[in-house]
C-alpha cells in the first residue's frame, strides 16, 4: 500500500463511525478555535501597537530625564545612605510627592557634548485651562506634551511644520463643541485658548486650526506649533521667579546610531555616565509589549490544555476503532500488510481527525474574529481608530493546523503501535 | 511479502471489510501490495468472473449470501495468482449444496491453474477428493494418513488435513 492509498484508507475509515469522528473532532474544534482567537488578539493589538509606533516617527529619539545620584529611595536618600544636598541641583516634587530631578538650561548643553547626541529639545510642558470659539462656551483643553514629531491621522487639513505660526491640530472630540458642522469646516478657523499664570492672571491667546486628528493611543490632547506652545509658556510663567522659569522634566533627543544597536546603548552609556537617563519609544513600549505578550500567553495555554484534552480523546476513539476493527487488522495481516503500514493507516487516521477538527475550529475563529472585530471597532473602542482587536496572520493560522495535527500524531502513537503489534492469528480468532 | 504474493487464504468465517463494496473486499491484496486502482479493479473483476460473482462487484460484501461471500472470499484469494490456498474450512459455514458448489470450485482452480490447495476440513466426503491427507488429532499428526497419487508426482497437488 502506497502513501497515497494509505491516507485515502484512512479518509475513509475516519467516517465510518461518523457520531464518534464528530465528537472527536469537536474537542479539537474547542481548543483549535480557542488558540486561533487568542493567537489572533495577539496579533491585532501588537499589529495596532506597531502602526501607532511607525506614527511617532523616527525611532531614533530617546526621552531624556535627569538622575538622582545613587538610587534614591522613597525618602530621598539612596542605597548609601542620605545623599548630601547640592544646593546647585535643581529639583521639583512630582505630583505624587516624590522628588524628581529637573533638567535646566545648563543640563540641556551639557546633553549636545554627549557622544552621538545631535540634537536636544526640552519638553515645554503647558497646562492650558480652555479652548473657546468666538463668544461660545469655554471648554477644558489640554496640550498634547508629545508636540509636533507625531504623525497622526488627519481627517482634514493638513499636519504641522517646523515653521508654523501659532497654529493647533483640534482633536474630532472638539469638532460639535465648538460648533463645527464637519472637519473641512474646521479648518483654518480661529480659536482662543487660555492659560493662568502663578500670580492667578488669566491670558488669551488667538490660535489657528490647521488640521483636524484623530484620537491617539499616546497622549490625550491637541498638538500645537512649537511657536504656540512657546507663547503659551511664555504666559504660564509669568511671574514666576528666575532659575524656575526654564526647567523641564524632560527631553528629546536625537541620536546617531541605529536604533535597537549596540550604538543605541552605547549612547544610553555614555548619558547614563554623566547622570542622565535615556529611553527610545520601544523601551517604554517594551513593558506594554511584555505585558501583553503575557496575557496573550495565558490566554494560548488554556487553548494549548484544551487540545491537551482533545488528544486524549483522540486516544480514545483510535483505541475503540482498533479494538472494533481487529479482525479487520488481522485480515489485513494476514494478507501480508507490515506493520509499519499499519501504524501508517492509523496515524493518519489520527493526524486526519486533527485536520478536520483544526481546520473547522481556524475557520470559526477567523469568521467569529472578524465580526468582534466589527463590532469592537464601531462600538466600546471606537475611539482608537484603525484597530483590529482580532487579527489573522496566515502563518500563525497554519502554524496552529500544523500544531494540532502533530498533536494528534503523538495521540495517535499508541492506538496505531498496538493495532501494528496484534498477531494476526489471533486477531483473526478475536470474537 | 510471502502471504501476500504466494499464499492465498480462505477462511471459514469469510472475514471481509463489511462496509466496502465486494470489488473493494476482492482487490484488498492487490491494494495491500501497492497496485494501481484501474490495474486492481481489472484483476478484481477478472476474478469475481472466475467465481461468477462479476454482477455483484458493486454490492456491500455484507449484502450476500453465505455461498456468496465464500466464493468472494476465494475470489479475493486469487487476486494475486497465489500458488497455494489455504483453506480453513471452506463449506463448514454452509449448507451442503452452496457447499458443494464451493469445492467445485477449489478443485477446478487446482486441475486448471495449478494452484496448490491445503484444505482443513472435518468433512470426510471433501478429504476423500484430495490427493493426500493427514489426520491431526489434538495437534499432532495421528495414524489414517495416505497419499492417493504419490507425491513423486509432483503435480499441483491437494492436500487435507
Known amino acids: ?431 | 511479502m510471502l502471504r501476500n504474493q504466494t499464499f492465498g487464504f480462505v477462511f471459514q468465517q469469510f472475514f471481509m471489510i463489511p462496509n466496502a463494496t465486494v470489488l473493494d473486499n476482492v482487490a484488498l491484496p492487490l491494494a495491500i501490495a501497492g497496485v494501481g486502482r484501474r490495474e486492481r479493479n481489472a484483476r478484481g473483476m477478472e476474478v469475481l468472473a472466475q467465481v461468477e460473482l462479476a454482477d455483484k462487484a458493486a454490492n456491500r460484501a455484507t449484502a450476500l449470501s453465505g455461498g456468496q461471500k465464500q466464493r468472494m472470499v476465494i475470489a479475493r484469494a486469487l487476486a494475486n495468482r497465489p500458488r497455494v490456498i489455504f483453506a480453513d474450512e471452506p463449506t463448514g459455514n454452509l449448507d451442503s449444496a452452496t457447499g458443494a458448489v464451493v469445492t467445485d470450485l477449489l478443485f477446478t482452480l487446482n486441475a486448471l491453474e495449478g494452484i496448490t490447495l491445503v484444505i482443513v476440513t472435518h468433512d470426510e466426503e471433501l478429504a476423500a477428493r484430495c490427493d493426500s491427507r493427514c489426520a491431526i488429532t489434538d495437534g499432532s499428526l495421528a495414524a489414517g494418513s495416505t497419499t492417493n497419487v504419490p507425491m513423486a508426482v509432483r503435480r499441483p497437488a491437494t492436500v487435507s488435513a
Open chain 1, 1 to 431: 500500500m502506497n502513501l497515497g492509498e494509505i491516507i485515502r484508507t484512512a479518509t475513509a475509515n475516519t467516517f465510518r463511525s461518523r457520531l464518534r469522528t464528530t465528537l472527536t473532532v469537536l474537542a479539537i474544534f474547542v481548543g483549535a478555535f480557542t488558540l486561533s482567537l487568542t493567537n489572533g488578539v495577539g496579533t491585532g493589538i501588537t499589529a495596532y501597537i506597531d502602526t501607532q509606533v511607525s506614527r511617532m516617527g523616527a525611532g531614533d529619539v530617546m526621552i531624556i530625564n535627569k538622575v538622582a545620584p545613587g538610587t534614591v529611595d522613597m525618602f530621598g536618600g539612596s542605597s548609601e545612605g542620605p545623599t548630601v544636598h547640592d544646593p546647585d541641583r535643581v529639583s521639583a516634587l512630582s505630583s505624587d510627592g516624590m522628588r524628581i530631578q529637573v533638567l535646566t538650561d545648563a543640563d540641556l548643553a551639557n546633553l549636545l557634548t554627549i557622544d552621538g547626541i545631535t540634537q536636544v529639545e526640552p519638553f515645554v510642558s503647558v497646562m492650558t485651562d480652555f479652548i473657546s470659539r468666538g463668544s461660545g462656551a469655554k471648554y477644558d483643553f489640554t496640550v498634547n506634551p508629545g508636540g509636533a514629531g507625531l504623525n497622526l491621522d488627519i481627517v482634514a487639513g493638513r499636519p504641522l511644520r517646523e515653521d508654523d505660526g501659532p497654529v493647533l491640530l483640534l482633536p474630532v472630540s472638539f469638532l460639535a463643541a465648538l460648533d463645527f458642522a464637519n472637519p473641512e469646516a474646521a479648518v483654518g478657523a480661529s480659536v482662543a485658548i487660555g492659560v493662568t499664570d502663578v500670580l492667578g492672571n488669566v491670558h488669551v491667546t488667538a490660535a489657528d486650526i490647521v488640521g483636524v486628528q484623530e484620537a491617539t493611543l499616546f497622549g490625550a490632547g491637541a498638538i500645537i506649533s512649537e511657536s504656540l506652545k512657546s507663547a503659551l509658556h511664555d504666559q504660564q510663567s509669568t511671574g514666576m521667579p528666575e532659575g524656575y522659569r526654564d526647567v523641564y522634566t524632560t527631553a528629546s533627543a536625537h541620536f546617531e546610531a541605529t536604533p535597537g544597536t549596540s550604538g543605541e546603548d552605547a549612547v544610553k552609556t555614555a548619558l547614563r555616565a554623566a547622570g542622565y537617563n535615556g529611553t527610545t519609544l520601544q523601551d517604554q513600549l517594551g513593558v506594554v509589549t511584555t505585558v501583553i505578550n503575557a496575557v496573550v500567553g495565558v490566554l494560548n495555554a488554556f487553548g494549548i490544555i484544551a487540545l491537551i484534552a482533545a488528544g486524549f480523546g483522540i486516544i480514545n476513539t483510535l483505541l475503540m476503532s482498533v479494538q472494533e476493527r481487529t479482525r479487520e487488522i488481522g485480515l489485513m495481516k494476514s494478507l501480508g500488510m507490515s506493520r509499519r503500514r499499519l501504524f501508517a493507516l492509523f496515524s493518519s487516521e489520527a493526524i486526519f481527525i486533527g485536520f478536520l477538527g483544526s481546520a473547522l475550529g481556524v475557520v470559526a475563529a477567523v469568521v467569529v474574529g472578524g465580526i468582534v472585530s466589527a463590532y469592537v471597532a464601531n462600538g466600546p473602542l471606537a475611539g482608537l481608530a484603525g484597530l483590529r482587536i482580532i487579527a489573522f496572520d496566515p502563518i500563525a493560522i497554519l502554524a496552529v493546523i500544523g500544531l494540532v495535527m502533530a498533536l494528534a500524531f503523538i495521540a495517535g502513537t499508541l492506538p496505531a503501535a498496538r493495532a501494528a503489534r496484534l498477531d494476526p492469528i489471533d486477531a483473526l480468532r478475536y470474537e
